[in-house]
């Protein structure tokens, strides 16, 4: 048994098992399908919206969104992120402007860019990356602010080139940084990605929930967001999860 709880798939499995059962415990005491149906009455609806190619169109539209933003978030807040941890003058400059962006609401970044830019892909990628770059640019700075000085004076002890510095000395210490910036991040993107979506897109999950939630379909809302909660989970549980484990590796060799 002790076995069995160490390890981590099957603690993952067993967890998810008791959601399951709290789901049936929660439908059977509502005893009203129209409210909450039970796991196995989900079945017919997902096939006909697989078979039909619904699901996998707005699946795929869903999942391009996410990774469209998903890329220039990371990258900019990595940038600022490690700028402003290296760099007293830019952090006192920009961290005033980090605390307007990592308070302002989603939904107002969302509905302001629909407003300025239109009702396009651009306007609901770009609310996206708005949302999500603060979030990555404060946990690099921290990563910035830990990085080993005594390594650095090694790195010009030795005098490395600024390409070789960067790639031998500052990413692997920052690499725990950005594996964690990026799992947090997919996770709140698909998030904010549905409101997008749900607000002012005629394709995507979110779309396709803000259409069954106007028939008060409760069925297809589950079907349609537990279809992609699932094709988020296979992305954690085997690249990103896979990823991290990866880059912490060298803290403990």
């Not at 402007?97 to 939904?107: E, H, R």
């Not at 910036?181 to 904010?192: E, L, M, T």
């Amino acid at each position: 048994m002790t076995k069995t709880l160490k390890n981590p798939a099957l603690v993952r499995i067993l967890s998810l098992g008791l959601l399951l059962a709290l789901w049936i415990v929660a439908a059977e005491l509502t005893a009203d399908a129209s409210v909450l149906p039970q796991p196995w009455a989900l079945w017919a609806p997902f096939v006909k919206a697989l078979s039909s190619g619904a699901l996998p169109y707005h699946l795929w539209m869903t999942l391009w969104r996410v990774v469209c933003a998903f890329v220039p978030a990371m990258a900019i807040g990595v940038a600022l992120g490690f700028l402003m941890g290296r760099f007293p003058a830019v952090d006192r400059w920009l961290d005033p402007w980090l605390v307007v962006f990592l308070n302002l609401p989603a939904l107002v970044l969302i509905v302001l860019c629909y407003l300025w830019i239109g009702l396009n892909e651009t306007a609901a990628i770009l609310a996206v990356v708005l949302n999500k770059i603060p979030n990555v640019a404060t946990i690099l700075r921290e990563g910035a602010r830990a990085l080993d000085p005594n390594l650095d004076a090694m790195a010009q002890v030795y005098r490395m080139r600024p390409m070789a510095r960067l790639r031998h000395v500052v990413l692997p210490q920052l690499a725990p940084f950005i594996a964690g910036a990026a799992r947090s991040g997919i996770a709140v993107i698909w998030k904010i990605v549905l409101v997008v979506e749900f607000l002012g897109r005629s394709s995507g999950i979110g779309f396709q929930i803000h259409f069954y939630f106007q028939l008060f379909d409760v069925a297809m809302v589950l079907v349609y967001a537990l279809s992609f909660i699932g094709v988020m989970l296979l992305v954690e549980a085997l690249i990103l999860q896979p990823a991290e484990r990866r880059v912490r590796r060298w803290r403990t060799a």
